[in-house]
């Protein structure tokens, strides 16, 4: 029987999506002296976009900052950083139609990493991150029919932070002594603006 190329390449794609999962007990690729003080995960302000299951804010930062811990707290250098995110919204699939075109569940989320000893943000903007399941088997018929809610937190939270360390990976440069000494020359950041964010939460933090 001939296989159609809609189908060739969900299958490609699924073989991907095997190969692709990685291994939290080996090391981290490495980003230079780096490890995870706070994650502080706010969800307040959280929106649903479109038919979307509901979650609390305590549900997305119970998840969100356990996936992120067990990844990127994997670190272990002696330079401290913290992350703020922020949920700014969010769909979690409900069940409907088996079709391809089915919803799939997406998170969207803003973050800051913040310098504990220089007392600022690390990036110069807020990084925005869109965070969809991921096609598997599970997913590709809609994951509302096949996931409970919380099954969709998780696996969002999982690619959530894989997406986080990559960014951290692509920037590595913040990371090293010449930046580290740059950041110490600049006025720590005492003012901040006043809603749920995730800036303002992480420095609202104490230092370490």
Request: proline share 7%; net charge neutral.
């Amino acid at each position: 029987m001939a296989v159609t190329r809609p189908m060739a390449i969900l299958s490609a794609v699924f073989l991907i999506a095997g190969c692709a999962a990685d291994d939290l007990s080996k090391a981290p690729t490495p980003i230079g002296d780096f490890r995870l003080g706070y994650d502080i995960v706010v969800a307040d302000n959280a929106e649903t976009a479109g038919p979307s299951r509901k979650a609390t804010p305590d549900e997305w930062k119970a998840v969100l900052k356990e996936e992120i811990d067990r990844r990127i707290g994997r670190y272990d250098g002696d330079k401290l950083y913290h992350l703020g995110v922020a949920v700014n919204a969010y769909a979690l699939a409900v069940p409907g139609i088996p079709v391809v075109i089915s919803p799939k569940s997406v998170v969207v989320l803003s973050v800051d990493l913040w310098d504990d000893t220089a007392q600022r943000t690390v990036n110069a903007e807020t990084k925005k991150f869109t965070v969809f399941e991921g096609l598997s088997g599970a997913t590709v018929i809609g994951s509302g029919l096949t996931k409970t809610k919380e099954a969709q937190m998780r696996t969002l939270s999982i690619n959530a932070a894989r997406q986080i360390n990559e960014w951290l990976i692509e920037n590595k440069v913040w990371f090293t002594p010449e930046a580290v000494a740059a950041r110490a020359t600049l006025p720590p950041i005492t003012k901040i603006e006043p809603q749920p964010t995730a800036k303002a939460a992480v420095a609202t933090q104490p230092a370490n």
